[in-house]
């Protein structure tokens, strides 16, 4: 049997499939996310669009506060649910925070409490808090409870015919893109920002073009996939709130990438679960309230409005792709993709 937990300094790396530890089962799983989150976003996006809803019920943490440098008490419940509109308390235990949810598996633990954490009520632990994984089995992991309903899923996330261009995709895009933003945000010295933040453009070019080359509506043309997940949680954010608060400015979105705007609004108003999912008071407050350090004022950004532009170009083949073009945006992107 797989280790699901090496110890104190370790993550859980569980899974939910048949005959394991870890069955598919209706109602036997908890999930326990921030609407701030972006790589939690990626566990509740598959819970809406494979219709899991029924089958994995959710808590959900305020955005903030977070506490201090060192990420003490860490994310907390609200006390009740009306105390911060789409935040919740803890449906399963009535914790007040969410280490409370990690120190009932591992008492000694000593790694971030960070959000997701799939939670198994019988075998009373966690299951699995790395976002990536759960990105990658959560999909299918139900495939067999669907059935025995009478309902099954259309939507392969990982179709086998393009999994070797996912997954090297998926490797720049974590790199340079959802983990790049925070590389930029966080710098703690000029030089480490100029490096992150060219970066984050350098890859937001590539992408501009690789959905126009592959003719949308999705990063790999007719099929929506993983990496359009993965895209989203990042992207829906970015003019929202890493431009300004990550300080992620050599342009926007909205302004920059026509290909990226047209694809990020389409899954926005098009695609059941994307608009759902996705709550800009808790990403907006999260950030600008929760990192002293950047915002020491804690005030948020009122803009940009509206938050997701309506009308939707799904003639990809029309766009005139965009780019940052600033010399050294341009010179990374050749050393990275080329």
């Keep these: 049997m797989a280790v699901v937990h090496a110890g104190p300094n370790d993550s859980w790396h569980g899974v939910i499939k048949s005959g394991s530890q870890f069955p598919p089962e209706a109602g036997r799983y908890h999930l326990y996310v921030g609407l701030f989150c972006p790589f939690a976003h990626r566990a509740l996006l598959v819970r809406h669009l494979m219709g899991l809803e029924s089958l994995i019920d959710v808590s959900v943490v305020m955005p903030y506060p ?23 308390v803890d449906k399963l235990f009535a914790s007040d925070y969410m280490h409370d949810i990690y120190f009932k598996d591992d008492s000694e633990y000593k790694g971030k409490y960070s959000v997701p954490v799939l939670w198994d009520r019988k075998e009373g632990r966690i299951v699995n808090n790395e976002s990536a994984e759960l990105l990658r089995w959560l999909p299918t992991a139900f495939d067999d409870v669907l059935r025995q309903d009478g309902r099954e899923s259309q939507l392969d996330l990982y179709p086998t015919h393009l999994r070797s261009e996912i997954d ?5 895009m974590q790199r340079d893109l959802n983990s790049g933003v925070y590389k930029a945000g966080l710098a703690e010295t000029q030089e480490a920002y100029n490096r992150g933040v060219v970066t984050v453009f350098a890859a937001l070019n590539h992408l501009e073009s690789l959905i126009h080359r592959n003719g949308g509506p999705y990063i790999l ?3 929506l996939t ?42 926005y108003w098009n695609v059941k679960g994307f608009k759902e999912t996705t709550d800009f008071k808790h990403i907006k407050e999260n950030y600008s309230k929760s990192q002293a350090k950047i915002n020491p004022l804690a005030i948020t950004p009122m803009g940009p409005f509206p938050d997701v532009e309506d009308g939707i170009d799904l003639n990809f083949a029309q766009l005139k792709p965009g780019s940052v073009r600033y010399p050294i945006v341009l010179e990374r992107q050749a050393e990275l993709y080329n």
Excluded: M
Excluded at 66 to 85: E, N, V
Excluded at 168 to 172: D, P
Excluded at 248 to 262: D, K, Q
């Design 226 to 267: 993983e990496l359009d997940i993965r895209a989203y949680a990042t992207i829906i954010r970015f003019d929202a709130i890493y431009v300004q608060h990550f300080k992620c400015n050599l342009g926007t979105i909205r302004a920059n990438y026509p290909v990226i705007h047209e694809w990020l609004k389409n899954l």
């Design 66 to 88: 977070k506490g201090d440098d060192r990420g003490w008490p860490g994310w907390r419940f609200p006390a009740s649910d009306d105390d911060y509109a789409g935040a919740t």
């Design 221 to 223: 043309g007719k099929y």
């Design 168 to 172: 090297a995709i998926t490797e720049w």
